[in-house]
């Protein structure tokens, strides 16, 4: 009898000592754990929210205008278009891709959906799902291109770029220009629509109730593998946190015009692409294929399928993101998808913190890219200055973010991550 008892014993006093362990992890190795990984080169959104802060404090003190509630509240509409475009950049950047289309792309359904809506007359939202079907086939002929025939990514996106302008001018005639009626509700959504006030605050909670369901559902499956996780306190305390700064974000907004339905579908689109990306067997492949394609084979991952949902997936964010830049314009024309569309999505994705390199990034990378160069745009307008001066600036926070990113994939490789 003593026997049996004696492992049950030594068994609850392991039980114990891991419980305190957990609560260690949890409570106070958060913040030491994060300091583990900024020295190894895991710098994680640290350098993009870093750089955020200096960009809108320099604005600031030269234009008091600049975090005025209006300007934000016109900032976050900016954002959107490219945004979203961005979101499906990241996608092939982590599968170590590129796409160089996605302007074109964008422009050219705006275009469809102009033509079909305006001109021919379609019920809207039948003329977006045709442009976004005909993005999602582009994608899929990029990924035929990729997968049976060895063409890089690089060479067939660019042939895209430039056929695919071409067959947005063909379609736009020689108008040029179709204006979406203001009256439609396409247009409404884009630049009229906002969310209630009580609304707003309930979605902002709904936001932090979001983080803390996929926090301790993380948690909940880590300590079923007998893995260290989160403590339900530390999975408390982001949450409130979360919640103390959407709640401040929404208040301060509704100061102005109020929180944009447009850009509350942005973040909507962020948040489940994120938990795709994070939480989804496709997500895990996806930073497989990026990290080591070879590897993903070996493991038994459909690596042409993979790249295949990237193509298509970056291709039809692409078609979402020209759609809701038409709609913010209330026109499609030979510009739409053209000048800076192409370079400031792919700039996002990798200013947020995607790498060029493949295997890492994730879906707030655009959210945060797009919000940092969106800023200097808004704040260089504000203080009159000509948009040559915009283009340095950025040229030169992609160049940073390259380097902070090549200088950590080193540091992760001397410590035996990479």
Not at 57 to 64: D, K, S
Not at 383 to 410: E, P
Request: net charge positive; charged share 10%; with cysteine.
């Amino acid at each position: 009898m003593t026997e049996l008892n004696i492992p049950a014993t030594k068994q609850r006093g392991l039980d114990q000592q891991d419980e305190r362990v957990r609560q260690h992890v949890g409570a106070r190795g958060a913040i030491t754990s994060f300091l583990t990984r900024v020295r190894s080169g895991d710098l994680g959104p640290l350098p993009v929210i870093v750089g955020l802060i200096v960009v809108w404090t320099a604005f600031q003190i030269l234009n008091p205008v600049f975090l005025s509630a209006d300007n934000l509240v016109n900032l976050a509409l900016e954002c959107v278009s490219v945004g979203v475009i961005a979101l499906g950049v990241v996608c092939v950047l982590l599968v170590g891709q590129i796409d160089l289309s996605v302007g074109s792309v964008s422009g050219l359904t705006a275009a469809i959906l102009a033509v079909l809506f305006v001109n021919h007359h379609w019920p809207v939202l039948l003329a977006i799902l045709v442009a976004i079907a005909i993005a999602c086939a582009i994608g899929a002929l990029y990924a035929v291109l990729f997968n049976r025939f060895g063409m890089p990514s690089f060479v067939a996106t660019l042939a895209g770029l430039l056929a695919f302008l071409g067959l947005q001018l063909y379609i736009l005639g020689t108008v040029g220009s179709i204006n979406i009626p203001f009256t439609s509700a396409l247009v409404g959504f884009a630049q009229l629509d906002f969310v209630p006030p009580l609304l707003s605050y309930i979605l902002a909670a709904l936001g932090a109730a979001a983080v803390f369901l996929s926090g301790y559902t993380l948690a909940a499956r880590r300590r079923r593998a007998a893995l260290s996780a989160s403590s339900i306190q530390a999975i408390l305390a982001r949450t409130i946190a979360v919640l103390v700064a959407l709640e401040f974000v929404t208040w301060y907004l509704n100061r102005g015009r109020g929180v944009g339905w447009m850009f509350v579908f942005f973040a909507v689109l962020v948040g489940v692409l994120n938990y795709a990306l994070t939480r989804t067997q496709w997500g895990r492949s996806m930073f497989a294929v990026g990290g080591n394609v070879e590897a993903a084979r070996r493991a038994g991952i459909n690596v042409r399928a993979i790249y295949a949902s990237a193509f298509i997936l970056c291709s039809g964010l692409a078609a979402v993101g020209g759609i809701l830049g038409a709609a913010r314009l209330a026109s499609a024309n030979q510009s739409s998808g053209t000048g800076d569309v192409n370079l400031d999505a792919i700039a996002a994705a990798v200013i947020g913190g995607t790498s060029l390199f493949g295997g890492r990034g994730n879906a707030f990378s655009a959210l945060l890219g797009i919000i940092v160069i969106q800023s200097i745009s808004s704040g260089l307008t504000l203080l009159n200055l000509s948009s040559w001066f915009r283009f340095m600036i950025t040229g030169l926070v992609l160049a940073l973010a390259v380097a902070v990113d090549s200088l950590a994939r080193k540091s992760r490789a001397s410590h035996g991550q990479a």
